[in-house]
C-alpha cells in the first residue's frame, strides 16, 4: 500500500520547523509505524538528506522513548498503543499522515520529532522515590499489602514516562504523569511516611517547570498508551491540598 | 595476562562474609573526594550508581537515552529469582546456586554464583521496600510462580512488566542521589573511549548526543554497565540501541573479553514477517507452562493447524523429552525448533515457526483463566501478527536475547584493567554457558546493590592514585582518536546505508555462529566477516554531521564495533571444540543429537586479550574447578 506522509523537519531549537512531504510506496501492513520511519529514513540517506530524527529504543511499548502526533492524536488512532506497536495495517492505501512531535512550552524541541522531556526526571528527582537506603530493608514478607493495593498500585506504575499526556493536554498539564507516581507510591504501606511531603514536592516541581494546570478535560487519559486513570489525579490533589493544610 | 579470579578460599558460604570482612574501607569523610564514573543506568548501573551515591561518592552516571528509566532493563517481562523459599517447597540458596551452575553447564566460577544466589533475598526486601508493587497473594504475602523450567516457585514478578517495575524502582533511588547531589546524571551521552592511565581506568571521553561535542571526564574508578550484545545479530530481542561499544573499546585498552561465543537464543519470539523487520519480540517463556509445541509429522504440510488431526501432530519436545517436556531450558528449546523447521516441518509462511497451541490448556481450565494468566501477552501477539490466539496457535520462532559472555571480571568485579570494574549483562561473571530465566534481573541487582559499592570501596582505599584532571594527555590523545573515528565515519559517503551492513552482519552471525555451529560455518563467517567490514569502511554512508544529533553517525559508530566483536565471537566458537550450554557445535553432539561436553579439555573461561588491529588476539584461560557440585551431563530427558 502506499501512503502520503507529511513530516515536521526542523534542525534544531534555533532554526524554524516545517512539514514535509514524502511519498511511502511499498508500505507493508505489518510494519510498525517506526518501522514506516526507518524504511523513509534509509531512502533519505541514500539520497544524501538528513533522516527524520525520532525516539525510539524497545520497540515493544515499554521504554516511553517514541512517541509522535498522527494526525493530531498523541502516538495515533490505535487506544492503549505507542507509536512503536501501531501497526500499519491500521491505515488504508491513499492515506495522509501528518506526523509532528510533541508540542509544549515544557518539552522543547530539539530536532525533528525528538523533543526535551527531562522535565519529567525532574519532578520524579523532587520525590517520586521512597527513601530506603540500600540494605536497610526489613524481609520482604513483614509487610503485607492488600493484593488489591498492591494491584492498583501496579496500575499506576506502568506509567512509560512518554509524554502523550501532556502533548494531547489543551493546557499542556503533567497531571497524569505526576499523578500516577503519587498514586503508584501512595496506595502502598511502604510509601505512607513519605506520603504527603512527596504530593508536595513533586506539584511544586510541577508547577515549577512550564507545564499548565490541570482543568478536568481528560484528553491525557484517551491517549495515555498504558491507560493510566484520571482517578490518579484526584489522588494527588487530595494528598497535595492534605500535604499543603497540615 | 593474569587472571586471577582473586575469590577466596574457604567454606562457599562463608567466603562472601569473608571477602568483605578483609576488605579495606574508604573513610567516611574522604568519599566525596573520589569519583566514580558509572556508564549505563540499567538495572545494574542505576543500582551501583544510586548505592554508590548513597555511600557518599561523588559519582557521574551516563546513559544514550534521554532518561535512565529508558535503559532496555525495563523491557524484561517474565521475573526475578530469589531463594526466598517462601512456598516451602524444597528452595534453598544452594539449590538456587545449584541450578544456576547446572543451568550454565558448569562453565561459571562457584564462588560467584553461590555469593548471588546468597545475596537473591536481599534484593526482594529493597526493591519490595522502594514500593516496587510486587505481585500478591490474597493474604497480602508476595506472589512465586516457577519460570523456565524450574521445579521449584521463585520467581516474583510484577505482572508481566517486572524488568520495568525493578528499573523503576531504581532509578528512583537513582534520582533521590541526584537531588541530593551525589549523583550527576548524563543522559543522551555515548562514552566512546576509555582513558586508561598507568595501568588504571581512570575516566572516559563520551560525545554529547545532542551538540555532537566530544567531552573527557576523569575518575578514580570506572564501573561499565552497559548491558549486552545481542545485537551482533541484528535482529534480536534487545532494544534498538544496545550495543557493545563500552566494553568493546575497553577491551581495546586490555580488558579481557570472555566467552565472547555465549549467547542465548530464546525459544519463544514471534517471528520474522518480513524484510523491514527491525527487531524480534519475545513471548514470556512463562507461555510454556501451559501451551504445547507441536509441528505437523509430515513435511511441508501446509494445511491450517485446525486441520491436522491430533495423530498428525509431533508434540516433540514433550516426546523428546518426558519429564521436562515443554519446560526443557532455553537452549534446549530452541535447538529443538530450528531441528524440525531444518527437516521442513515448520510453519507459517516462511516455515520458520513451530505451534504454541493453547487450546487444551483452553479446554482445561476455561477461557477465562488463561485469559487471567496471559491476557497481556496474547494481546500483545494480536497487535503484532494480527492472530486470535484463543483461536488459532501461536506461532514461535527462536531469536537472539541474551549475551552470557562479556568483559572478564574476577570475584569483585574487576576486569583485567585495575579500576575499570564491569557489571550486569556485560560481564561474563554468573550466568556459564546458558542463563536461566529470571537470573539476569537477580544478577544485575545484586551486582549493584550489594557487590560493588563494597568491591569499588576496597579498590579506592587500597590504591594510590596520582591526582589527574582531564587535561592530562591520555585524555587529549582519547578526544583526538575519538574526533577522528567520527570523521573518517562521515567521510567515507559511500552508498549503503549503516543498516544494510548492519543486516547483513547480522545473517552470516545468525546462520553460522547462532543455534548451531560448524568448524566450516565458522571459519567461512570469520572470511566473509571480513569482506564486508572492508567493504564497510569503503563504502558506508552516514547522514548529517558531527556536531549536531545525528542517529545515523551513532548506530555508524556501534556497527563498527560490532564487525569486530563478531569476528572475535566466531573465533571463540571456533576454538571451543565441545558443545556446552547455548553454544552447540554440530561435530560434538550425542548419539541422540544432544550437546556434549568435554570437561577434561575446555572446563576453562576463554578469556581473549586484544593485541593490535592487525593481530590476533591471545586466548588466556582461567580453569573451573568445581568443589561443591560435581559437573554431570545435563539430562532433561
Ligand atoms: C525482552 C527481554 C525480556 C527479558 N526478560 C527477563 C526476565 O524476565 N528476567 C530476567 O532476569 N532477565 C530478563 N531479560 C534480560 C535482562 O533484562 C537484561 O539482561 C538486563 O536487564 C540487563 O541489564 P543491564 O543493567 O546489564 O543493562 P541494560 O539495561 O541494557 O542497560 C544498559 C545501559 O547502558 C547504557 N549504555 C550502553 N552503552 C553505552 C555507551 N556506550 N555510553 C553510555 N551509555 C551506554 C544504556 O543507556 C543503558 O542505560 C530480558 C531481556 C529482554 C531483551
Ligand atoms: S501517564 Fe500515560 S501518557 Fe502520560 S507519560 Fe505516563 S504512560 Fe505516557
Ligand atoms: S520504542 Fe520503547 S515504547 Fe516505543
Known sequence: ?246 | MLLDSRAPSGPIEKLWDQARFEMKLVNPANKRKHTIIVVGSGLAGASAAATLGELGYNVKCFCFQDSPRRAHSIAAQGGINAAKNYHGDGDSVFRLFYDTLKGGDFRSREPNVYRLAQISVDIIDQCVAQGVPFAREYGGTLANRSFGGAQVSRTFYARGQTGQQLLLGAYQALERQVDSGHVQMFPRTEMLDLVVVDGHARGIVTRNLVTGRIESHAADSVVLATGGYGNVYFLSTNAKGSNCTAIWRAYKHGAAFANPCFTQIHPTCIPVSGEYQSKLTLMSESLRNDGRIWVPKKAKDKRPPNQIPEDERDYYLERRYPSFGNLVPRDVASRNAKAVCDEGRGVGETGLGVYLDFSDAIRQFGVDLVRERYGNLFEMYQRITDEDPYKVPMRIYPAMHYAMGGLWVDYFLMSTIPGLFVTGEANFSDHGANRLGASALMQGLSDGYFVLPYTVGDYIAGTKLEKIDASHSAFTRAEAGVTELTARLLGIQGRRTVDWFHRRLGKIMWDDCGMSRTAAGLESAISQIRELREEYWKDVKVAGSADDLNQSLEKAGRVADFFELGELMCLDALHRKESCGGHFREEYQTADGEAQRNDEEFSYVAAWEYKGADQAPVLHKEPLTFEYVHPSQRSYK
Open chain 1, 1 to 246: 500500500m502506499k501512503l502520503i506522509l507529511h513530516v515536521w523537519r526542523q534542525k534544531n531549537p534555533a532554526q524554524a520547523g516545517r512539514m514535509v512531504r514524502y511519498e511511502a510506496n511499498d508500505v507493508n501492513p505489518d510494519m510498525s509505524m517506526v518501522e514506516l520511519l526507518d524504511v523513509v529514513n534509509e531512502e533519505l540517506i541514500l539520497k544524501s538528506e538528513e533522516p527524520i530524527a525520532f525516539e525510539h529504543d524497545c520497540r515493544e511499548g515499554i521504554c516511553g522513548s517514541c512517541g509522535f502526533m498522527i494526525n493530531g492524536i498523541a502516538h495515533g488512532p490505535e487506544a492503549a498503543t505507542t507509536v512503536c506497536q501501531l501497526s500499519m495495517r491500521h491505515f488504508k492505501d491513499g492515506d495522509e499522515l501528518y506526523i509532528e512531535p510533541w508540542r509544549a512550552k515544557a518539552f522543547p524541541i530539539i530536532k525533528d520529532l525528538v523533543v526535551d522531556r527531562s522535565a519529567f526526571d525532574r519532578i520524579i528527582e523532587a520525590g517520586g522515590y521512597i527513601s530506603v537506603p540500600t540494605g536497610s530493608a526489613p524481609d520482604g514478607n513483614v509487610i503485607l499489602v492488600p493484593k488489591d493495593a498492591s494491584d492498583r498500585a501496579m496500575d499506576a506504575a506502568a506509567c512509560i514516562g512518554c509524554g502523550a499526556c501532556v502533548a494531547a493536554c489543551p493546557n499542556a498539564s503533567a497531571a497524569l504523569f505526576t499523578g500516577a507516581k503519587i498514586a503508584h507510591l501512595g496506595l502502598l504501606p511502604q510509601g505512607q511516611p513519605e506520603r504527603h511531603q512527596r504530593a508536595l514536592s513533586m506539584v511544586r516541581q510541577f508547577n515549577a517547570e512550564q507545564f499548565g494546570s490541570c482543568t478536568n478535560i481528560g484528553e491525557c487519559e484517551a491517549v495515555c498508551p498504558k491507560e493510566i486513570k484520571l482517578e490518579v489525579i484526584a489522588r494527588m490533589n487530595r494528598d497535595f491540598i492534605h500535604a499543603s493544610l497540615s
